[in-house]
């Protein structure tokens, strides 16, 4: 099991990736989430894995604040989400602390490869031989 805990700053983060996830599973993983901005972002995670390694899970453009009251979505009927962080390395953190290591996890990657802007990256993937 990865291990992780609330990270103390997350300045300097930006979009790394995507996830597809029930809200439920972020909080049984990760906890209940922190406040967002109120109007772009509700909720996010702020982690810092155990190497070191930032990342955030946030909804983004998603909210009522934002939307309006027609089309924004409450956190619990989210489904997708960014993952932030300062290296690609966030990503794959985040999806490993849900699914665990797996095959599943190097398919999802292999998949989606250009979804998370690891072109060049592929090599980094491999580096994680339990994935």
């Known amino acids: 099991m990865i291990k992780f805990k609330k990270a103390?700053?997350?300045?300097n983060t930006f979009l790394q990736?995507?996830?597809?996830?029930?809200?439920e599973k972020?909080?049984?993983?990760?906890?209940?989430?922190?406040e967002g901005d109120g109007y772009k972002t509700q909720v996010e995670w702020r982690i810092e894995f155990?190497?070191?390694?930032?990342?955030?899970?946030?909804?983004?453009?998603?909210?009522?604040?934002?939307?309006?009251?027609?089309?924004g979505l409450e956190p619990?009927?989210?489904?997708?989400?960014?993952?932030?962080?300062?290296?690609?390395?966030?990503v794959i953190l985040v999806y490993t602390a849900i699914f665990?290591?797996?095959?599943?996890?190097?398919?999802?990657?292999?998949e989606k490869i250009a979804t998370f802007?690891?072109?060049g990256e592929c090599k980094w993937i491999q580096a994680y031989p339990g994935l």
């Open 17 to 23: 990736g995507y996830i597809e996830v029930p809200y």
């Open 76 to 90: 619990e009927e989210i489904t997708e989400w960014h993952i932030g962080g300062r290296e690609p390395q966030a």
């Open 50 to 71: 155990e190497d070191g390694t930032i990342a955030t899970i946030y909804d983004y453009k998603m909210s009522k604040e934002y939307l309006g009251p027609d089309e």
């Open 117 to 119: 802007n690891l072109i």
């Open 100 to 110: 665990g290591k797996s095959e599943t996890i190097k398919k999802i990657f292999e």
């Open 8 to 11: 103390k700053s997350v300045q």
């Open 26 to 34: 972020l909080v049984k993983v990760f906890g209940p989430p922190e």
